[in-house]
């Protein structure tokens, strides 16, 4: 494993291995709380009016843009005004063998989220001021292909827990909020230049190489218990 860094960020590691071993052991915490969200219905989670009809409203423009949407999808953009970690399979249990990421790629279509949406409702002017200040949290999902949100800008943070993302994300020259990944499988992760105005976390998952050439990191930079892969799976030349 090759690992470079000059990081200046307040830098928490674990083990950082190239490959898979067994998946490591649930864990708890973050920055949403978790509800439980099979995918065969929408959860109608404690609530004012104002947020009920923020939903409304976010629900309507979704289709919109989108066209139909995924059980998954309508979950998540009915829970964006809560402070609410969206389930996207049958089961909240991060523990449950159904939500095991590494199995991701057989999961069924009912689970997938697009990564455009994601992208929408943090960075669309009329949309985001609808999500609640915790921001986005999406647990248990398929999202194919890359979470891109190079050069874009977002206040709001973004969780991700026990999901496939197979493609990664790009956060190249990003101005975003904090991002925790917790527990998943994803493909490569680049923030090259990027500022992330709060903790970035990939915590207990197996992620693919990441590259923080030259990122701005204004909280901690943890990688407690990841899996790291590729030929240099941790680039943090030049981080603040």
């Given at each position: 494993?090759?690992?470079?860094a000059?990081a200046?960020?307040?830098?928490?590691?674990?083990?950082?291995?190239?490959?898979?071993?067994a998946?490591?052991?649930?864990?708890?915490?973050?920055?949403?709380?978790?509800?439980?969200?099979?995918?065969?219905?929408?959860?109608?989670?404690?609530?004012?009016?104002?947020q009920?009809?923020?939903?409304?409203?976010?629900e309507?423009?979704?289709?919109?843009?989108?066209?139909?949407?995924?059980?998954?999808e309508l979950?998540?953009?009915?829970?964006?005004?809560?402070?609410s970690?969206?389930w996207?399979?049958?089961s909240?249990?991060?523990?449950?063998p159904?939500?095991?990421?590494?199995?991701?790629?057989?999961?069924e279509?009912?689970?997938?989220?697009?990564?455009?949406?994601?992208c929408?409702?943090?960075?669309?002017?009329?949309?985001?001021?609808?999500?609640?200040?915790?921001?986005?949290?999406?647990?248990?999902?398929?999202?194919v292909?890359?979470?891109?949100?190079?050069?874009?800008?977002?206040?709001?943070?973004?969780?991700?827990?026990?999901?496939?993302?197979?493609?990664?994300?790009d956060?190249?020259?990003?101005?975003?909020?904090?991002?925790?990944?917790?527990?998943?499988?994803?493909?490569?992760?680049?923030?090259?230049?990027?500022?992330?105005?709060?903790d970035?976390?990939?915590?207990?998952?197996?992620?693919?190489?990441?590259?923080l050439?030259?990122?701005?990191?204004?909280?901690?930079l943890?990688?407690?218990?990841a899996?790291?892969?590729?030929?240099?799976?941790?680039?943090?030349?030049?981080?603040?």
């Open positions: 494993m090759i690992a470079r000059t200046s960020a307040t830098l928490l590691l674990g083990i950082l291995v190239i490959g898979v071993s998946w490591p052991a649930p864990t708890t915490g973050g920055t949403k709380e978790a509800v439980n969200a099979p995918a065969g219905g929408v959860d109608k989670p404690t609530s004012n009016d104002a009920a009809r923020n939903a409304d409203v976010l309507r423009k979704a289709r919109v843009n989108f066209g139909a949407l995924t059980a998954a979950r998540l953009v009915r829970n964006a005004p809560y402070r970690l969206v996207s399979g049958a909240s249990d991060p523990a449950d159904s939500n095991d990421p590494s199995k991701g790629a057989n999961w279509a009912a689970r997938t989220i697009r990564e455009e949406l994601i929408w409702l943090l960075v669309d002017a009329e949309a985001s001021r609808l999500v609640h200040p915790s921001g986005i949290g999406i647990a248990g999902a398929r999202i292909r890359t979470i891109d949100l190079s050069y874009a800008a977002s206040e709001l943070p973004l969780t991700i827990v026990r999901s496939f993302v197979p493609a990664g994300l956060l190249s020259n990003a101005r975003i909020g904090p991002l925790v990944v917790r527990d998943s499988w994803t493909g490569a992760i680049i923030a090259d230049q990027a500022l992330v105005r709060g970035l976390a990939l915590r207990y998952g197996r992620y693919g190489p990441v590259s050439f030259r990122a701005q990191i204004n909280g901690d943890d990688f407690r218990g899996q790291l892969a590729g030929e240099e799976p941790l680039l943090a030349v030049e981080t603040k």
